[in-house]
């Protein structure tokens, strides 16, 4: 089993930047896939990007290509996501999501465990 506890969300302007952590407890972080999810205002929540155990593969959604970078360091048991170029569509709030195995989760149903989310917000 394994807790994460999501942080780095805040207020930021159209083009600016931030990076969000995950922090997961337990000694078996580099059993587990990972991924982060957002959920904006009435929307469903949405895949963003994924990361192997090895971090030697990495998945994003077509919306945040080439501005969204995720990365994992398993000695320190934290998986983060660097968001450039922001845009105000990015707006909602971020989850960490864990699965162990190799499968990466791309949809929420496929992950096991979640981080209690952290705002992120796009002023115009």
């Known amino acids: 089993q394994v807790q994460l506890v999501d942080s780095g969300g805040g207020l930021v302007q159209v083009g600016g930047s931030l990076r969000l952590s995950c922090a997961a407890s337990?000694?078996?972080?580099?059993?587990?896939?990972m991924a982060w999810f957002r959920q904006g205002p009435g929307k469903e929540r949405e895949f963003v990007a994924g990361?192997?155990?090895?971090?030697?593969?990495?998945y994003y959604a077509d919306s945040v290509k080439g501005r969204f970078t995720i990365s994992r360091d398993n000695a320190k048991n934290t998986v983060y996501l660097q968001m450039n170029s922001l845009k105000p569509e990015d707006t909602a709030v971020y989850y960490c999501?864990?699965?162990?195995?190799?499968?990466?989760?791309?949809?929420?149903?496929?992950?096991?465990?979640w981080g209690q989310g952290t705002q992120v917000t796009v002023s115009s």
């Open positions: 999501a864990a699965r162990s195995g190799v499968v990466i989760p791309t949809r929420a149903e496929q992950s096991s465990y």
């Open positions: 337990g000694r078996t972080f580099s059993a587990y896939t």
């Open positions: 990361i192997s155990w090895s971090g030697g593969s990495t």
